[in-house]
């Protein structure tokens, strides 16, 4: 009897081990070998297909857009939707299966603003598979939010948080295996003493340190990693990470003016490098972060990364890169020389291919421009004015543009056929969706 009751929990056991043995470690984790890069002729220079404005829905304004695609076809772009009456913000949803030619009527995938309730600050990623991530916060609740979509956005998972409470401006990177997903954030801490900042009227123990979540597991499960600051209030822009350990996020820190940093590390956070691109960032606003002079990352086919940033005064943007993550080469300048005012730098890369996109002022018109790069970011591409011809929602023909705010941001993507797809808004909230070709597909398809 006894030597039967061994055998049933030799089985039993054996049984669950099998079990957790052959458990698929996510229901993400069958995913297919991501699309190879594209190879650009070296003769081939880029070129504006279109600049218009995209569909908007009625009774939302939509600052803050962000667009990410892939080599099908898929487009996506996610924004803001505020509403006035009553005061509320949603987030929505855009979708082209053309490679941005037309796109469907934008979705609300919140729909809470009719309650007053106020999601900000949507960020979207793409494995290159048409598997899409999107994170945001809801202000009541006040954790990052992630939803995964594995069907190149036409339905979307519930809501996954992360535990932390009080999350500002999160950021979202994955890393090209698809797998590993790192969210940076400004976190809100309470602390037994911290400095009083009676312009958002917090406590005294009220503080925002910096915050780096780190899953393996497709956004399963996350683990807070080691912050690079301590106290400072410090505010991401962009995070890029590899398959393994490494991670870099670039930040605007409060205090002295602002400084422009970008964070690195190699071994998930245990210790981290800072570089400073921009001692003293903005000492003519009184606002820290406000006034869209923030750096952004990308991270190259060879593992190298870029950062593009607007300089001191925003009178300039600069484009500066590292091979290594350790030595950053000497910066060079992409914005023009009659500019009197720059903003809101936007950068990816795709292989060998580098975009970064910005905003222009001379007088009181502004202009969007974009330069590609085709060889790592060594040579660039003359400045190509996306803004000379928007074709708006009715149809007018706009030769620049206003804007109205001083938090809002743009975006641009690598589709990974040799289109580029960059994304701004303009007038407090028309999202603008510009072409940059520089390949055909044939050409691509065929190389």
């Not at 609740?141 to 036409?154: A, E, H, I, Y």
């Not at 001379?362 to 969007?368: G, Q, R, Y």
Request: net charge negative; with cysteine; glycine share 6%.
């Amino acid at each position: 009897m006894r030597f039967k009751k061994y055998l049933v929990v030799v089985f039993l056991i054996s049984g669950a081990l099998t079990i957790w043995f052959w458990r698929p470690s996510s229901p993400w984790s069958k995913v297919t070998q991501a699309p190879p890069f594209p190879s650009v002729p070296q003769e081939t220079q880029p070129a504006l297909v279109r600049s218009s404005q995209i569909p908007a829905l009625v009774g939302f304004s939509s600052p803050k857009p962000v667009v990410a695609a892939d080599p099908a076809g898929n487009v996506l772009i996610v924004a803001h939707g505020f509403t006035n009456v009553p005061l509320g913000s949603d987030i929505l949803l855009w979708r082209s299966i053309d490679r941005g030619e037309t796109w469907t009527p934008p979705v609300n995938l919140t729909i809470q603003a009719q309650d007053g309730e106020i999601f900000f600050d949507p960020w979207l990623e793409t494995d290159r598979r048409g598997h899409y991530y999107f994170i945001h916060v809801l202000r009541s609740d006040g954790r990052p939010f992630l939803r995964r979509s594995k069907d190149s956005g036409q339905t979307w998972s519930s809501v996954l948080p992360i535990e932390w409470k009080s999350c500002d401006r999160p950021v979202l990177s994955v890393s090209s295996n698809g797998r590993r997903l790192v969210v940076a954030s400004s976190l809100g801490e309470i602390v037994d003493h911290g400095p009083a900042d009676h312009t958002r009227n917090q406590p005294t123990n009220f503080r925002f340190p910096s915050g780096i979540f780190n899953s393996q597991d497709y956004g399963d499960s996350w683990k807070k990693v080691s912050s690079p600051f301590d106290a400072e209030h410090a505010i991401p822009f962009s995070v890029v990470c590899n398959d393994e350990d490494a991670i870099a996020v670039s930040w605007i820190v409060a205090g002295h003016g602002s400084r422009s940093v970008v964070t690195v590390t190699t071994n998930s956070g245990k210790t981290w490098t800072t570089t400073t691109l921009v001692e003293s960032l903005q000492p003519d606003r009184q606002h820290p972060f406000n006034g869209e002079r923030f750096p952004v990352l990308a991270l190259d086919g060879q593992s190298g990364l870029h950062v593009a940033y607007v300089t001191a005064g925003a009178t300039v943007v600069m484009i500066r890169h590292t091979p290594d993550w350790k030595d950053w080469n000497e910066a060079r300048r992409l914005s023009s020389e009659t500019a009197e005012e720059v903003r809101m730098a936007a950068i990816d890369a795709c292989g060998s291919m580098v975009h970064v996109t910005w905003l222009e002022r001379v007088d009181t018109n502004w202009h969007a421009y974009y330069r590609g790069s085709r060889d790592f970011g060594q040579t660039w591409s003359p400045a190509l004015c996306l803004s000379e011809a928007m074709v708006l929602a009715d149809n007018t023909v706009a030769n620049g543009f206003q804007i109205t705010s001083d938090d809002d941001q743009s975006s641009v993507r690598d589709d990974g056929t040799g289109r580029v797809h960059a994304v701004w808004s303009i007038q407090g909230g028309r999202v603008i969706h510009a072409i940059i070709d520089w390949s055909n597909r044939e050409e691509t398809a065929s190389e």
